[in-house]
């Protein structure tokens, strides 16, 4: 079946350092892709969605001067996290739907990444 | 604007009693329906996935079930074990993507 793949799946860095998250989808062509970030002991929350070929679309609250997201290309998207701060240490997921199924058929989630800002 | 909840937040139980989980959405124009396991520091296992049309799955000691009208769903774990502990969120697809709810924090205890 379809495979998303996430990358690091840890990580640690320095404060003010940024960080890329890069999200891939192994066998199939992802035009959209869905960032989610997840609070300790909270649910995971959309943050912006990836779309190749224009700008990502991000959900209110979220900074896009310091979460920048590039669709590089129909099987890469990344999440860069600017001049992180030990706030924006958080679980870090990304999903994308496979254009060739119906909407209502399963989705496809990377594995995560943990991001911890010291 | 969708939004999921989840009840009980947190659940310890013995080991073999069955348990019922509560997934509940406010709009009921929904694509899916999805469980999904998350272990500690850990991604998604996605569990069941039903469709808007189905009103329940079936995978093993699990069985959801969907009632769109009303806009909820239950997760019913038979026979419970130590390794399902873990945190359960239900999710709804609204458009493209998923809107999570809180999530249940299970413990099953030996």
């Known amino acids: 079946g379809a495979v998303v793949s996430q990358h690091p799946s840890r990580v640690i860095c320095k404060s003010g350092t940024s960080v890329k998250i890069e999200c891939r989808s192994l066998?199939?062509?992802?035009?959209?892709m869905f960032w989610y970030r997840q609070f300790p002991k909270k649910s995971l929350m959309l943050m912006a969605t990836?779309?190749?070929?224009?700008?990502?679309?991000?959900e209110q609250g979220v900074e896009k001067d310091k979460f920048l997201i590039n669709h590089a290309s129909l099987t890469l998207s990344t999440l860069t996290v600017t001049s992180a701060h030990p706030e924006d240490s958080s679980f870090y997921i990304c999903?994308?739907?496979?254009?060739?199924?119906?909407?209502?058929?399963?989705?496809?989630f990377g594995q995560g990444t943990r991001l911890t800002v010291v | 604007k969708q939004e999921v909840t989840q009840i009980p937040a947190a659940l310890s139980v013995p080991e073999g009693e069955n348990l019922v989980l509560n997934c509940s959405f406010t709009?009921?124009?929904?694509?899916?329906l999805q469980w999904f396991r998350q272990d500690p520091g850990k991604g998604l296992t996605s569990l069941l996935l039903?469709?808007?049309?189905?009103r329940e799955q079936t995978s093993g000691r699990l069985n959801a079930s969907l009632d769109k009208s009303s806009g909820r769903s239950t997760l019913y774990i038979a026979a419970s074990q130590p390794g399902d502990s873990a945190t359960y969120l239900c999710?709804?697809?609204?458009?493209?993507?998923?809107?999570f709810g809180p999530g249940t924090r299970l413990s099953v205890l030996p």
């Open positions: 990836s779309n190749e070929g224009s700008k990502a679309t991000y």
């Open positions: 999903s994308a739907p496979d254009p060739h199924r119906a909407m209502n058929t399963e989705a496809f």
């Open positions: 039903i469709q808007s049309s189905q």
């Open positions: 999710a709804v697809v609204d458009g493209q993507n998923f809107v």
């Open positions: 066998d199939f062509q992802a035009t959209t």
């Open positions: 709009d009921s124009a929904i694509y899916n």
